[in-house]
C-alpha cells in the first residue's frame, strides 16, 4: 500500500459527499488519504433508461477495474449500486453506519394522490415503478435519469407530478423539500442508505485502516437483504426491495418481488432472534419463490434484461 490511501469515487455530488464521509473518518484515525473521481458508464450513458442497457454493476465496474489496476487502494460505493457478487479479487472491507433508508416523493403539489385521476411520475428504478403501479395503477411512471442534481432539474423542467428519490441521498446534499412526502409503504432497495468500503483481497493494512468504520448491525441487516436479492435473482435483476432491522435482540424482515407491471406482488414479513439469523434471508427468499416466486422469476427472466 502506498503511505496515502487512495479513494476511488464517481464523480457525483453525492458519491463525492460519501467518499469525503470516509476520507474524514481515515483521516480522524490518523491515515493520510486523497480523492480518485473515476466517471462510471451509469453516468456518462444518461439517454437510456437502465433497465434497457442490461447491465448489473453499471455504476461500480470502473471502480472495481481501478482496483484490480491498482489504481486506487479502496472504492467507495451506494451499496444498494453493489452486484451482490464483488468481482474476484476484490472484498467488502466496511459497511459504514446505515443512513435513513426510505424513499420519498418530491412533488408539485400531492392532491392527486388522493383523487382518482392520471398523474405521472418519473423514476429510474423498476423496483419504484413497480411498487408505485401496484398502489396507484391509473398512473403513468416515466424514466428519470441522471445524478440527483440534474434530475430535479428534469422534474422542474417536465409536467410531471413528481419524482422519486432515496431519502438519504437528498439529505446528504441538502436538497430535501421540506413537503416532500416519506413513502414508508415503498419497501426499500436492498442495502438502501448504506455506504460501503469495497478494497483488494489480501490487502492487509488498508482492511486494518478501514475495519474501524464498519458497523456491525449494518452490516448484519445489508448482508441479509442482500443475500434475499441475489437468492431471488438467479442470474437476472428484478424488482426487488428488501429490509432488515435489529431492535432489542429481534431481527425483523420484509421483502417483496413485484411484476414489471406491479399488478403481481408476493411479500413477506417475518422476525427471528438475531443469534439465529444466518441466512434468513436466503429462506425467506426461498419462501417467497415457493410462494409463485419462481413463476414469476422466469416471466421476468424471459422479457428483456433489467437493472434495478
Keep these: 500500500m502506498n503511505s496515502v490511501i487512495r479513494i476511488g469515487t464517481r464523480d457525483s455530488e453525492l458519491a463525492l459527499w460519501q467518499a469525503t464521509t470516509v476520507q474524514e473518518q481515515l483521516e480522524a484515525l490518523g491515515h493520510t488519504v486523497t480523492l480518485v473521481p473515476i466517471k462510471s458508464m451509469g453516468d456518462k450513458v444518461l439517454d437510456t433508461p437502465l433497465y434497457e442497457l442490461g447491465v448489473t454493476g453499471i455504476f461500480t465496474k470502473a471502480l472495481d477495474l481501478a482496483l484490480l489496476n491498482g489504481q486506487i487502494d479502496i472504492a467507495v460505493h451506494s451499496m444498494k449500486d453493489v452486484p451482490t457478487q464483488l468481482p474476484k479479487g476484490l472484498r467488502q472491507g466496511a459497511v459504514l453506519k446505515r443512513a435513513n433508508f426510505r424513499d420519498l416523493l418530491v412533488h408539485k403539489g400531492s392532491a392527486f394522490l388522493g383523487a382518482d385521476r392520471p398523474a405521472t411520475i418519473a423514476t429510474g428504478s423498476l423496483r419504484r415503478k413497480a411498487q408505485w403501479l401496484h398502489r396507484y395503477p391509473g398512473h403513468q411512471v416515466v424514466d428519470l435519469r441522471g445524478n440527483v442534481n440534474s434530475r430535479m432539474v428534469k422534474l422542474i423542467e417536465n409536467p410531471w407530478q413528481g419524482a422519486i428519490f432515496a431519502q438519504a441521498g437528498l439529505e446528504r446534499i441538502k436538497l430535501l423539500p421540506p413537503d416532500a412526502i416519506v413513502l414508508d409503504w415503498m419497501v426499500p432497495a436492498p442495502a438502501q442508505g448504506a455506504i460501503v468500503v469495497v478494497g483488494r483481497q489480501g490487502d492487509a493494512k488498508v482492511e486494518a485502516a478501514v475495519a474501524p ?54 411479500e413477506i414479513k417475518k422476525e427471528i432472534a438475531l443469534d439465529m439469523a444466518q441466512g434468513f434471508g436466503a429462506r425467506c427468499a426461498q419462501e417467497v419463490l415457493e410462494r409463485g416466486g419462481d413463476t414469476l422469476m422466469k416471466q421476468i427472466r424471459d422479457g428483456d434484461p433489467i437493472v434495478d
Excluded: M, N
Excluded at 221 to 237: I, K, N, V, Y
Excluded at 244 to 258: H, M, R, S
Design 213 to 266: 468504520l464498519h458497523d456491525p448491525d449494518s452490516g448484519i441487516c445489508t448482508a441479509l437483504e442482500r443475500e434475499f436479492l441475489r437468492t431471488l435473482e438467479g442470474g437476472c435483476s428484478a424488482p426487488i426491495g428488501a429490509l432488515a432491522q435489529i431492535d432489542q435482540g429481534i431481527l425483523y424482515f420484509e421483502g417483496v418481488l413485484i411484476s414489471l407491471d406491479g399488478k403481481q406482488k408476493i
